[in-house]
């Protein structure tokens, strides 16, 4: 694809155009890769804005998941050390909230590894949520697996969170190669679910773990198709004792265009660079000029090692971004 016909695309997308799948691999196939970038950006300037969202995270519960997914660290297969415990002291969360709202983060996300929630638990979570909103004022998001209809509810209805998250991960066909103990059928299913009962839904994969690129469009249509306007783009960390080990790490190219499509797809939906970020330091200037306006700072999440919100927002500044 040439400069004049990845303009003429832009154009569309600003008209209400949805690009295709055929049109979005011409794209990540382009020679004129700085055409590519220049041009997601210009979306995402017109669409989002010059607004960026710090957002981070708070490990309310750190246990081994029953799930064997391949690419995480807290799987049932991983030999990665790590530290468990119950769900965490609620004034430890809200010391946490605290710190990232005085640093400009904006919002946080609960998160659970076991992926095993109880009504007990969720409980708790609900009270947790409700202090670091009222200490805080972050907004407040959940990651805690594959919740049923009527948990869903309940932390609709009873608590501060306002998003639920749950990633795709990668495209169907080699997420079933990489966990088998739960279905791509149930990741969507949780999904809709949660759109049904009024959550705003974040949802988002994971990149360097074999995919093509076809597979990585092929999940950023189906989460337009799925209504969801807040996409988190990880970049797989390898680590030893996880079960996957990557042919190779992506390499900057791979990973700017691939930001860069996931604009062009999904043009009013808020992207962000989430885990990973830390190899890709040399080239987060270039990552904010290919369509991001969102990435994750340091949490309480991370199994390696993160950037600091302090440097994150340095480098935002620097660039003219909004915090």
């Not at 009873?158 to 998003?163: A, L, Q, R, Y």
């Not at 990149?207 to 807040?230: N, P, T, Y």
């Amino acid at each position: 694809m040439d400069f004049a016909q990845i303009k003429e695309l832009k154009d569309k997308i600003f008209e209400g155009y949805q690009i295709n799948e055929e049109e979005a691999l011409a794209l990540s196939q382009t020679r004129n890769i700085e055409a590519l970038y220049y041009s997601a950006n210009q979306i995402r300037a017109k669409m989002k804005g010059r607004v960026f969202e710090m957002c981070s995270a708070i490990r309310v519960e750190s246990a081994k998941c029953h799930h064997n997914c391949e690419w995480c660290a807290f799987s049932q297969k991983s030999n990665v050390p790590i530290k468990e415990y119950n769900i965490i002291d609620e004034q430890t969360a809200v010391d946490y909230a605290i710190k990232f709202a005085s640093k400009k983060v904006r919002r946080v996300s609960l998160i659970s590894t076991s992926n095993d929630i109880t009504d007990h638990k969720l409980t708790q979570i609900i009270e947790l949520s409700k202090k670091i909103a009222d200490k805080s004022g972050l907004k407040i998001c959940a990651t805690l697996g594959h919740l049923t209809i009527e948990q869903l509810k309940r932390l609709k209805e009873e608590s501060n969170i306002t998003t639920f998250q749950c990633n795709l991960q990668t495209s169907p066909e080699l997420y079933q190669k990489l966990c088998t103990s739960c279905s791509y059928k149930k990741k969507l299913e949780t999904i809709e679910n949660a759109r049904k009962i009024g959550f705003n839904v974040c949802c988002g994969l994971i990149i360097g773990m074999g995919e093509s690129m076809k597979d990585r469009i092929q999940v950023a249509i189906k989460i337009r198709e799925l209504g969801v306007k807040s996409i988190p783009i990880h970049i797989l960390s390898p680590q030893d004792g996880v079960g996957i080990t990557p042919p190779k790490p992506l390499d900057s190219e791979e990973i700017l265009t691939t930001i860069a499509v996931f604009r062009f797809i999904n043009p009013r939906a808020d992207i962000r660079l989430g885990g990973g970020r830390s190899l890709i330091k040399i080239i987060e200037s270039e990552a904010l000029r290919a369509g991001i306006n969102s990435w994750s700072v340091d949490g309480t999440i991370q199994t390696g090692k993160g950037i600091s919100i302090d440097e994150s927002a340095n480098r935002l500044e620097k660039e003219g971004f909004i915090i």
